[in-house]
């Protein structure tokens, strides 16, 4: 699943948890992030809590000068 495996960031939309890629020091689901996609401890929900409905789209970037993480539903930033 995305964000569970090496390499891969993923925002888990049937539970609002927003993982990055796995880390042996977190555990096999790596940290979570908040709404601003800083780490978190592995026990800390991300508090992306959004409805997702059929033709939603979703997507997610990253800001290499912030070194941030962002997600966006129908083109419009999430947790701004």
Not at 6 to 19: I, L, M, N
Not at 42 to 54: F, P
């Amino acid at each position: 699943m995305v964000g569970w495996d090496r390499q891969s960031w993923g925002y888990h939309a049937d539970d609002g948890w927003v993982f990055p890629d796995y880390r042996s020091d977190y555990g096999p689901y790596g940290p979570t992030f908040d709404r601003e996609c800083r780490k978190h401890s592995k026990q800390v929900r991300a508090t992306l809590d959004i409805t997702i409905s059929a033709g939603d789209v979703i997507g997610c970037g990253i800001d290499f000068s912030q070194h941030k993480m962002f997600y966006t539903k129908n083109g419009t930033l999430l947790g701004a």
